[in-house]
């Protein structure tokens, strides 16, 4: 049995006591920042990536992993207590938890919320170490073609999972992909679109351009409108959900689970349908679809496994075929990078302690959230009390530091503000950046596949669809996105995403 | 004569500002040579997606004339001017900076380019108390510096007036 060796190599490394205290410190921290009103997962690991530098390759990427957690699960907070979603995933959270909350049960919504993720983390771990193999053994059939084709079908997912206008969830992934073009050539060694300022020759740091697109130009946004934080007044209430609130859960945990794992597989950022998904599958199978959006746990257990589960699998796109699915990878890149780990099915074969034990550390950080958050949601309720005229100014240092911090650059820094400015152009403009950061994630490795490909087919564009394997890529790419484009799904498609 | 309107001014806005990058990128990337399929050259998929971006752009701008849409966002001049004004302070600050004209700016350490960020960016918001300001802005500072210079050791000069480092 490989798997349980592996597993058991993996649980070697992780449960080591210095492993452990990464770990720990990293889900703590992660909760800390990402209970923050209006910082997401990206802000945060962007924030914190720093602190990871003086510490060995696996346990950084431990550390790092915590922090995402811990950061979903703040989000998950946040949602709940005051009706803020940090992100695009625990936006359904709030539906249904935070009315919970405000009927004195916000206890039984964290716990819940934290039991479902544990137990969908947990699945995860397995699919994980389950698939990891076979799908590193297939990241070696392919060519450079094939990948072209993956990158590209990731994308159209991308668009697809977008909200509003598809032309301009289009159009941000051509920005993206434009942006990620800026620096040196690796090919030629020419300076492309630089205009002679120096600290652009190595390219725009993404860390640069998700803090200023998701920290500064968010803080901005949020300033816009007057404080109407209304953190619930009603009791916390016990924690551990009754046996009938178990039972009622119990199956929409596992089809959340289920839903959330596939979908987090998908390159280009399937996780975030996960909630959407399992809400809206929940109501359609419930008895009485009229408790949804008045405090039915049936609509924060199933929502918050499929959320943990597929935030977990979209690790196995980018261990396996070193494809960031999403800007939280796309940032796990950067500090594999760093640390001079580079991701694909090569970490598997040469640096399975790395490997295995960040699987395994996974099981770990689920387990760990459940036992530091339970007693913990006092303090956060208290850190949440935190009037945001206060709150902004620190999380603004914060992100002054972190950002100088990653390069030691203080222009990094003043390239962070220029890209706030541009991220609430975006906003102010209608359009998602979440696209964008994906097309700047894949940009160099797309034109590095496609140049590959062309050498070898002699510059003929034939090659990505007469290889089969690549051509089955493309021909999804184009089924997804002739769907989206249809008139009756795209009206069901603005339903799922205004619930 | 009736004045053209506009179906989606949001939309009509968002399409000049691709058509602006587009071109902006065309232009920045004019000196690239193009390469041919076979040997991609430096400039291939800059220009290609320059293009494809400021088309994007015109089909928005077009289809915005039409089709009605959201209006224009007012944008807030104050929050957008100080919380940014705050992070380029501290980019010149932190390590000093030689500006134009001859100008320098001292380095002046996080013990007080931290506050400054703080103190500048409170500015956004109109419901800032400055006591409680002043008072976090310092606590904040010192709790950065505690955790970022002295248990991870990371290399951001604290004060380089007062203590060398």
């Known amino acids: 049995m490989d798997l349980f060796s592996n597993l058991a190599l993996g649980f ?60 979903q699960y703040g989000g998950s907070t946040t949602a709940i207590l005051v009706n803020i979603p940090g992100e695009a995933t625990s936006v359904v959270t709030t539906l249904d938890g935070h009315q919970m909350a405000k009927q004195g049960r916000a206890g039984v919504a964290l716990g819940i919320s934290a039991i479902g993720s544990f137990i969908a983390g947990s699945v995860a771990t397995v699919l994980i170490a389950a698939l990891g193999a076979p799908l590193t053994r297939m990241a070696l059939l392919f060519g450079p073609a094939e990948y ?49 300022f120096a600290p652009l020759s190595d390219g725009l740091d993404f860390a640069v351009l998700a803090m200023g697109i998701f920290g500064f130009a968010e803080v901005i946004k949020n300033l816009e409108n007057p404080e109407t934080r209304d953190v619930v007044r009603q009791k916390v209430g016990r924690l551990l959900p009754n046996l009938a609130e178990m039972k009622q859960s119990a199956m929409p945990i596992v089809r959340g689970t289920f839903l959330g794992s596939a979908l987090g597989i998908l390159p280009g950022n399937g996780a975030v349908l996960g909630p959407f998904a399992s809400y809206t599958l929940e109501k359609k199978l419930a008895k009485d679809s009229s408790r949804f959006g008045r405090g039915a746990i ?74 530091i958050n339970l007693p913990l949601i006092g303090l956060w309720v208290k850190l949440l009390k935190v009037p945001y005229r206060l709150m902004f100014p620190a999380i603004l240092l914060f992100c002054c530091i972190g950002i100088y911090s990653i390069n030691n ?18 906003i102010k403009f209608g359009f998602e950046p979440a696209p964008l950061l994906l097309g700047y994630v894949l940009g160099r490795l797309l034109e590095e596949k496609m140049r590959q490909a062309l050498i070898i087919s002699r510059g003929s564009f034939m090659t990505f669809v007469e290889r089969p394997i690549s051509a089955g890529l493309l021909v999804v790419a184009v089924i997804v996105l002739v769907v989206a484009l249809l008139p009756s799904i795209q009206k069901k498609r603005d339903v799922v995403f205004t619930e | ?69 959201p209006a224009l966002d007012r944008w807030s001049l104050r929050g957008l001017i100080f919380v940014l004004l705050g992070a380029c302070l501290f980019a010149l600050t932190i390590r000093g900076s030689d500006l134009p004209f001859g100008f320098t700016l001292p380095a002046i350490g996080l013990i007080a380019a931290g506050p400054l960020v703080a103190i500048v960016s409170a500015f956004a918001s109109p419901e800032t108390k400055w006591g409680e300001v002043l008072l976090f802005a310092a606590f904040m500072t010192a709790l950065c510096a505690g955790i970022f210079k002295y248990a991870l050791g990371l290399p951001i000069p604290l004060a380089p007036w007062l203590l060398g480092y």
């Open chain 1, 148 to 196: 072209f084709s993956l990158m590209v079908m990731g994308l159209c997912f991308a668009v697809v999972l977008a909200r509003g206008s598809i032309l301009k969830a289009i159009a941000m992934i051509l920005l993206g992909l434009l942006f990620s073009t800026i620096g040196t050539d690796l090919e030629t060694g020419q300076e492309r679109m630089t205009f002679g």
């Open chain 1, 298 to 371: 049936e609509g924060v257990a199933g929502p918050e496994s499929a959320n943990n589960a597929g935030a977990q699998t979209s690790f196995i796109p980018l261990l396996t075929l070193g494809i960031p699915p999403n800007a939280v990878m796309a940032l796990m890149v950067g500090a594999m990078t760093i640390h001079g780990v580079i991701p694909g099915p090569q970490v598997m074969t040469k640096n399975p302690q790395l490997f295995w034990g960040m699987i395994a550390s996974m099981w770990i950080g689920n387990l760990m959230l459940l036992i």
């Open chain 1, 12 to 71: 070697g490394v992780a449960l080591s006591l210095k492993n452990l205290a990464l770990c720990f410190t990293g889900c703590f921290i992660g909760t800390l920042i990402g209970v923050l009103p209006g910082v997401g997962p990206i802000a945060t690991i962007a924030m914190l990536l720093p602190i990871t530098f003086g510490i060995d390759p696996v346990g950084a990427l431990i550390m790092l992993a915590g922090i995402y957690y811990g950061a």
């Open chain 2, 1 to 69: 004569m009736l004045r053209p309107r506009i179906a989606a001014p949001q939309d009509f806005a968002g399409g000049l500002f691709l058509i602006a990058i587009g071109l902006g990128a065309l232009w920045a990337s004019s000196g690239l040579g193009m390469g041919t399929l076979r040997a991609m050259g430096p400039g291939m998929l800059p220009k290609s997606l320059a293009v494809m971006v400021a088309g994007l752009g015109v089909l928005l701008l077009l289809t915005s004339l039409r089709v009605e849409g």
């Open chain 1, 409 to 426: 650059s203080p222009v990094d820094v003043a390239m962070t503000a220029f890209f706030g400015l541009f991220g609430y152009a975006l």
